[in-house]
Nanobody, 123 residues
């Protein structure tokens, strides 16, 4: 049974930092690209960051480039999202996904999803 479990969300203030974690099980983690998406109230789920199966390539949305860093530990079957200089616009539920792709930018490229973790940033 495939499981992706996000953790690390919380309530923060603008300028704070936070690291999200996603623990994977039930599939061959090291052969899948991993991605982080987010969904704010009333909006579509949007791409945030993605990382290739071996960590050798990453991609970020324009809104988080320079502030967020995605990384993975294949031995621990975890993917992380380090978020710095948080802004109120970063408020959303953050989801991790797994896909048999290179560095997936689209939701359709992902086969598995976690349940999400809430990040709320106040001004």
């Amino acid at each position: 049974q495939v499981q992706l479990v996000e953790s690390g969300g919380g309530l923060l203030q603008a300028g704070d930092s936070l690291r999200l974690s996603c623990a994977a099980s039930g599939y061959s983690f090291s052969t899948y690209a991993m991605g982080w998406f987010r969904q704010a109230p009333g909006k579509e789920r949007e791409f945030v960051a993605a990382i290739r199966w071996d960590g050798g390539n990453t991609s970020y949305s324009d809104s988080v480039t320079g502030r967020f860093t995605i990384s993975r530990d294949n031995g621990k079957k975890r993917v992380y999202l380090q978020m710095n200089s948080l802004k109120p616009d970063d408020t959303a539920v953050y989801y991790c996904g797994a896909g048999r792709t290179t560095v997936g930018l689209r939701r359709s490229e992902y086969d598995y999803w976690g349940q999400g973790t809430q990040v709320t940033v106040s001004s």
